[in-house]
């Protein structure tokens, strides 16, 4: 079935460095979501992708949709003790549902 | 906008006992709802679909008579845990969207803010 992969599963960074969380679908998709879930919260939508190679910024995120919608990144540049949490990519199914990806649990030491 | 809410927010029952949690949206009409469940230190795992008025649609694995979908009109849908056992433990989410029967992954989902499940 369709599967939706992220890779690290885990990140510790330095307070200031910059983290990046990749994202890549088995099929190809119309349009790619990111979630983040602080810890003992609940997911919370930042953005929606939705053209081919499209980047689109929130101040220091970076999302980037890949050429051929098969792949995904968020990039955080300057990472804060505020950015801790769990990253969620998701992507449509051909059967109207959001596969979720394992996410990417981000730690950030001040 | 967008807002979700879920009740309660915490649980701890009995084994044996059943359990109801309510999904709202309480500013959109959410044509689809979604149940999900959450393990710890794991992804949201989708146990069903439901709209309004209609059967909820089921992944495979999830027990249907145990897990009783309602969604009742287009901004409430409830799950109900029957006869809750401990391994029943765990986070439960619903989200709402506003897209259409069987092109709701197409668009946002709102989350709610969870209900924690402890069945002793």
């Known amino acids: 079935g369709q599967q939706v992969m992220q890779i690290p599963q885990y990140q510790h960074v330095q307070e200031g460095e910059d983290f990046t969380t990749y994202c890549n679908s088995s099929?190809?998709?119309?349009?790619i979501q990111w979630y983040k879930q602080r810890p003992g919260g609940h997911p919370v939508f930042l953005i929606q992708?939705?053209?081919?190679?499209e980047v689109k910024k929130q101040k220091r995120l970076t999302f980037q949709f890949g050429e051929a919608k098969k792949n995904s990144s968020l990039h955080i540049t300057a990472t804060q003790t505020t950015d801790v949490g769990t990253y969620f990519c998701?992507?449509?199914?051909?059967?109207?549902?959001?596969?979720f990806g394992q996410g990417t649990t981000l730690q950030v030491k001040p | 906008g967008a807002v979700v809410s879920q009740h309660p927010s915490w649980v701890i029952c009995k084994s044996g006992t059943s359990v109801k949690i309510e999904c709202r949206s309480l500013?959109?009409?959410?044509?689809?709802m979604f149940w999900y469940r959450q393990f710890p230190k794991q992804s949201l795992m989708l146990m069903a679909t439901s709209n309004e008025g209609s059967k909820a649609t089921y992944e495979q694995g999830v027990e249907k008579d145990k897990f009783l979908i309602n969604h009742a009109s287009l901004t409430l849908s409830t799950l109900t845990v029957t006869s809750a056992h401990p391994e029943d433990s765990s986070f439960y989410i619903c989200?709402?969207?506003?897209?259409?029967?069987?092109?709701?992954?197409?668009?946002?989902?709102?989350f709610g803010p969870g209900t924690r499940l402890l069945v002793l």
């Open positions: 998701a992507g449509p199914s051909n059967t109207g549902k959001l596969i």
């Open positions: 992708l939705v053209k081919s190679g």
């Open positions: 989200s709402a969207s506003q897209g259409a029967p069987g092109l709701a992954g197409q668009e946002t989902q709102y």
């Open positions: 500013d959109f009409q959410a044509t689809t």
């Open positions: 099929t190809t998709l119309s349009n």
